[in-house]
């Protein structure tokens, strides 16, 4: 299958601060990619939809000033969090469609777990 | 409001016991449905999909799903489970509009006794 990747995998940061995470799509080109939250114990919370060349959608309740999404080219996805506070402390997904459209699977990379202290 | 609906967030069972989680979900249309297992520390695998055809879908590790449209249910099966089974299976839907997004059901962490 397709491989999406994470970067980086864990991420320790000071109150305050950014950290951006990014996500590559390895080997195929992805015109959306998906980034999602998941807490301890808890489901996958799906944050924003993100688009090449274009501005992210978010879901209903996602701070847009606080999660920057930045999708400049067909394999990289970033995002951004500014002003890290440790209530961000979670863990992070992104996912990547493979072109088609509806009827093909998203691919999920790794994760990277942010610890904001 | 429009969600997938995993009924049993905690199961426990016996090795060799037979194993059925239920997913529901309330988007009207056409969707693409998916079962996905997290083991401890781990990220997530795709078990299983459905796009069309057969509502029989067999996945990895002896993992089967039926798909049954009018009870907007794609439930996922396993006739005999082992304790390597352990994880935490999260059932998840991509609707046919709205960028195709997949949205996940709450899960459901499965122990099996040895």
């Known amino acids: 299958g397709a491989v999406v990747s994470q970067h980086p995998s864990r991420v320790i940061c000071k109150s305050g601060t950014s950290v951006k995470i990014e996500c590559r799509s390895l080997?195929?080109?992805?015109?959306?990619m998906f980034w999602y939250r998941q807490f301890p114990k808890k489901s996958l919370m799906l944050m924003a939809t993100s688009n090449e060349g274009s501005k992210a959608t978010y879901e209903q309740g996602v701070e847009k000033d606080k999660f920057l999404i930045n999708h400049a080219s067909l394999t990289l996805s970033t995002l951004t969090v500014t002003s890290a506070h440790p209530e961000d402390s979670s863990f992070y997904i992104c996912?990547?469609?493979?072109?088609?459209?509806?009827?093909?699977?998203?691919?999920f990379g790794q994760g990277t777990r942010l610890t904001v202290v | 409001a429009q969600s997938v609906s995993q009924h049993n967030h905690h199961v426990i069972l016996s090795e060799a016991a037979s194993l059925e989680l239920g997913c529901n979900y309330s988007?009207?249309?056409?969707?693409?449905l998916f079962w996905y297992v997290q083991y401890p520390g781990q990220h997530l695998q795709l078990l299983l999909k459905y796009f069309s055809g057969d509502p029989l879908v067999k996945g990895i590790k002896g993992f089967e799903a039926e798909f049954i449209k009018s009870k907007f249910s794609f439930n996922l099966r396993k006739p005999s489970v082992q304790w390597s089974d352990t994880a935490e299976y999260f059932c998840?839907?991509?609707?046919?509009?709205?960028?195709?997004?997949?949205?996940f059901g709450a899960g459901t962490r499965l122990f099996v006794k040895a």
């Open positions: 998840a839907v991509t609707r046919n509009t709205g960028g195709f997004k997949t949205i």
């Open positions: 988007y009207g249309g056409t969707v693409n």
């Open positions: 996912s990547a469609r493979v072109p088609g459209g509806f009827g093909t699977e998203a691919f």
């Open positions: 080997d195929f080109q992805a015109t959306t």
